[in-house]
């Protein structure tokens, strides 16, 4: 059979769905056909324009509207602004025949059988044999759709679910029809993992699919508990929040988002289709939010929800929150357990359900109440929704942004607790969960050798979860093939001679401890290795340097301390560049600051798309004194090109550092010059990261890796550039544009890039630039605003411009 590729998509469908999945499809590199209907009358520009229904421009109005507002929105539905040019757009009416060239055609558009069906029966004049085509639903039953379909048509046919954001939430539900083929469903499978970089479920035709029927399930659970237990909104947005691995938005700002609207529709079709559903009642909408519903208050889309932005007479800006008792808005109320100050001191989300179920206070019987719900409802989904219960937890994770899936916290809690806490509040769990604990088997997921096994309900064994070959799971190798540890890092073996050095601390924040761990990895990998990966699997690979360490020296006034803690954090930087082994960094999420400047001194970065990265230490009042600023005049200095006016090309690696720039991608960072064009890589799937990283320290390795020399020819311009950039701070300053405190670190950063006040261009060293930087850095550190810059974004989390 040949092999199947997709090099180009129809999208049928501009709405918000429709063009989020267009604009993911163009961010993996696919050439998308995005088509819409055409308008019924002009609108009053069109009429002032004197144009007609017969023009392009108006026939393709709603898509390009459409596709225009998508592109604006934030967060952006696209990796990079030109990837949109991948994507044409049209109408059904005009441009329908262009479906028979696409490789798979995909349809977004309303939420009705009867509609779906005509652009099916549409489609299907066009579409060519064997051309993979689905449905974008989030619940109409599969097999009703493609009723009068031809045989060819319904063996390609199938349900694709995307989450929105399409670019951000990972889950791809596929959900087979009564004919569709397994080639098919195989094929989906793979390509939503490997090149959509999502976590591809195969569920059942049934009504919500698996992520929504839980998801649901779990919110309007909640909806009645805090009734019964006369909760806050806030209350609940606390307990269901970070502390258990949840999205910051947790439950009511989570509606708020998605629109009280979306989840009613999707909670009536469950109640109107799962008749046998034991928990049907809770289906039922409370009288609050029937109440909201009818007042439409919607949420973010209609202004209002559960929360409401209030701005009083002093114009100030308040947030406040909708009283459920009496529907009316309040200030918001902090919400404070004595069961989650418990947990404070737990760092891994997972460790803390055993101890949140204990608590004896009102948070303890909201988890004991809301976990024995969850459990039982997921224990009686399968085999409904799914046969295997991992698929769940799959589905949880990568739709709802849940750290850990049903049966995972179960596990985490005890299997038999869970079974003791479904009891008391006078639950039915399903006879599997009873027979498979009588059998011995005391848990749903186990490690072997490296890799996760689950609970097969069928053959009642342990089974290895598919799936798991392209990936290295961190948290499955770490005990058995740790080489070393200390507080900041575990350094494990990946096996084939490649080592992986894994930051452990808060925020994976880089301090004395993560410095001496990554000195050791290269020591231990130019002894005994072949390579080494810097990698972790946190939510971000790290949000930079350790800044609490720095204030407490500043504040101290131990500069000599301070000044070699610096040039120890240059030096680790310069050791992984100069070593005799390849190292490959693996940004994902936060890189930061120190983080960034790691990445930068990596023989290669392969990077997740989603990488927020840059040189952001303007932001607590100092440069960038961990190399960064010394690299940054190094690759100005390698792009210079003959007939260059290399000071505009300098300017613009300063500016990166002195607006403290953030790439909202990884496609964006080798704009901002962090990352290298034909050097580093980008790959869509987080969790294949680690396993291309170590695949190319190998390959590296293998190729016959020399170690590099270190630089004495970096050219630097010397008082012509310094002159520049004094000349543009002043005017910055004098317009009002930054502070004097800005103008201050910006003229350290100047003399830094420029090389100093050197007469005219000359080649110097890297150290010659290291001990520049060093200098400037440790001189801001003794400015009364950098310390009350660094104690802001301590305290406050955000950066205080003074």
Same mark, same amino acid.
């Given at each position: ?92 009416? !005009? ?17 009705? %059988? ?22 974008? #639903? ?70 919500? =699919? ?45 509606? !708020? ?48 929800? @559960? ?67 969850? =459990? ?23 739709? @709802?942004?849940?750290?850990? $899936? ?37 848990? =749903? ?29 961190? !948290? ?39 410095? #001496? ?11 005994? @290795?072949?390579? %080494? ?10 949000? $930079? ?48 600051? $120190? ?44 792009? =210079? ?31 901002? $010059? ?96 290291? !001990? ?31």
């Amino acid at each position: 059979m040949s092999k199947r590729r997709i090099k180009k998509i129809a999208i049928i469908g501009s709405g918000i769905m429709g063009s989020g999945i267009a604009c993911h499809f163009a961010n993996i590199g696919a050439e998308v056909l995005l088509l819409d209907i055409i308008p019924r009358e002009l609108n009053d520009k069109e009429k002032a324009k004197g144009l007609s229904l017969e023009d392009k421009v108006v026939r393709n109005r709603l898509v390009n509207d459409a596709l225009s507002a998508s592109l604006k929105s934030k967060p952006s539905p696209i990796y990079h602004q030109k990837f949109a040019s991948r994507i044409t757009t049209g109408n059904l009416e !005009d441009d329908i025949v262009k479906v028979s060239e696409a490789d798979w055609i995909m349809e977004v558009v309303v939420e009705r %059988l009867d509609i779906k069906k005509q652009v099916f029966e549409k489609l299907e004049k066009y579409r060519k044999p064997g051309t993979l085509i689905t449905s974008n #639903t989030s619940g109409i039953p599969i097999k009703f759709m493609s009723e009068g379909r031809s045989d060819d048509f319904q063996k390609h046919f199938c349900g694709t679910h995307f989450f929105n954001p399409a670019r951000y939430l990972k889950l791809f539900e596929i959900i087979p029809g009564p004919k569709t083929e397994q080639s098919v469903l195989d094929f989906l499978n793979n390509y939503g993992e490997q090149f959509l970089g999502k976590t591809s479920v195969i569920a059942k035709d049934t009504p919500a =699919f698996i992520g929504n029927r839980i998801g649901i399930f779990s919110i309007m659970s909640l909806f009645h508990v805090v009734k019964d237990m006369n909760l806050t909104i806030e209350d609940v947005d606390k307990l269901t929040g970070p502390v258990i691995g949840r999205p910051k938005s947790a439950t009511f700002r989570t509606v !708020d988002v998605v629109g009280l609207d979306t989840l009613v529709h999707v909670a009536n079709g469950i109640a109107d289709n799962c008749k046998n559903d034991e928990r049907l009642e809770l289906f039922q909408l409370p009288d609050f939010i029937a109440a909201m519903v009818e007042n439409k208050w919607l949420g973010s889309k209609t202004g209002q929800g @559960f929360y409401k932005k209030h701005i009083s007479d002093d114009v100030k800006k308040e947030i406040l929150s909708l009283d459920l008792n009496t529907l009316e808005y309040r200030s918001s109320k902090k919400a404070k357990f004595q069961t989650l100050e418990l947990t404070k001191s737990v760092d891994k989300v997972i460790d803390r359900f055993k101890i949140l179920i204990t608590g004896k206070d009102k948070a303890g019987d909201f988890y004991r109440k809301t976990f024995a719900a969850l =459990f039982a409802y997921v224990s009686n989904r399968i085999p409904e929704i799914s046969d295997d219960l991992y698929k769940i937890d799959d589905a949880m994770k990568a739709g @709802f942004g849940w750290e850990h $899936g049903p049966f995972q916290i179960w596990d985490a809690i005890g299997v038999e607790k869970g079974l003791e806490l479904i009891k008391s509040e006078g639950l039915q769990v399903a006879d599997w969960v009873n027979n498979m604990v009588s059998s011995g088997n005391l848990s =749903f997921y186990t490690i072997q050798n490296g890799t996760t096994y689950y609970y097969d309900i069928p053959s009642k064994t342990q089974t290895k979860v598919p799936g798991q070959d392209a990936f290295i799971i961190l !948290d499955n190798i770490r005990k058995s093939n740790e080489v070393f540890k200390n507080s900041g890092v575990v350094i494990e073996d990946l096996g084939d001679g490649i080592l992986n050095c894994e930051f452990q601390s808060k925020m994976n924040t880089i301090g004395g401890d993560v410095l #001496t761990g990554l000195n050791k990895a290269v020591d231990i990998a130019e002894k005994d @290795f072949e390579g %080494l990966v810097i990698g972790n699997q946190g939510a971000n690979f790290s949000v $930079g340097a350790n800044i609490g360490m720095i204030f407490m020296m500043a504040v101290e006034q131990e500069y000599e301390e301070l000044n070699a803690a610096i040039r120890y954090f240059q030096d680790t930087m310069m050791r992984m560049r100069y070593s005799s082994i390849p190292t490959v960094s693996t940004p994902h999420g936060m890189a930061l600051g $120190g983080a960034c400047e790691l990445s930068m001194h990596a023989d290669k970065v392969v990077a997740a798309a989603e990488t927020y990265m840059g040189l952001v230490e303007f932001g607590v009042g100092v440069i960038p004194g961990g190399a960064g600023s010394k690299e940054m005049a190094l690759r100005a200095s390698d792009t =210079f090109r003959k007939g260059d006016v290399e000071l505009n090309v300098l300017q613009e690696y300063f500016l990166t550092i002195g607006m403290a720039k953030v790439s909202t991608s990884a496609y964006e960072a080798f704009d901002l $010059g962090v990352l290298q064009k034909g050097k580093d890589i980008v790959v869509v799937n987080k969790d294949r990261q680690i396993a291309t990283a170590k695949a190319h320290a190998k390959l590296m390795a293998d190729a016959g890796y020399t170690q590099p020399v270190k630089r004495k020819d970096v050219k630097v311009l010397g008082k012509q550039a310094l002159a520049m950039f004094l000349v543009g701070t002043d005017a910055m300053e004098d317009s009002n544009y930054i502070s004097a405190h800005d103008h201050k670190i910006a003229n350290k950063l100047a003399y830094v890039m420029a090389g100093g006040d050197l007469s005219e261009p000359t080649l110097v060293s890297e150290q010659y630039l290291l !001990d520049l930087e060093r200098e400037a850095f440790l001189s801001l550190c003794t400015e009364r605003k950098t310390l009350e810059r660094i104690q802001h974004m301590l305290t406050k989390g955000k950066p205080l411009r003074n």
